[in-house]
């Protein structure tokens, strides 16, 4: 009675052992894709971010223009 209950205890430990490395593999697996997938993005917003300021770079060169063409215009009159 007592060794079958050991047996048992055993066997449920084994299976919760187990299912234990089963499910740390898969929560592995998953934040690895998750980090993977978090620099993807990460890669998008900077490059995002580098056009913006290219952009915002670009607007005001053509204010800058736009306001020293104004003067010169002013100068001449």
């Known amino acids: 009675m007592l060794q079958s209950r050991l047996l048992s205890t055993r066997d449920t430990l084994d299976v919760l052992?187990?299912?234990h490395q089963e499910e740390l593999l898969s929560i592995t697996t998953e934040r690895d894709?998750?980090?993977r997938e978090l620099q993807q993005y990460v890669y998008v917003v900077e490059s995002a971010?580098?056009?913006?300021?290219d952009m915002r770079?670009?607007?005001?060169k053509l204010i800058e223009e736009g306001v020293n063409r104004r003067f010169r215009s002013c100068d001449s009159t």
């Open 57 to 60: 770079d670009a607007v005001m």
């Open 17 to 19: 052992q187990r299912t």
């Open 33 to 35: 894709r998750m980090k």
């Open 49 to 53: 971010e580098l056009e913006l300021d």
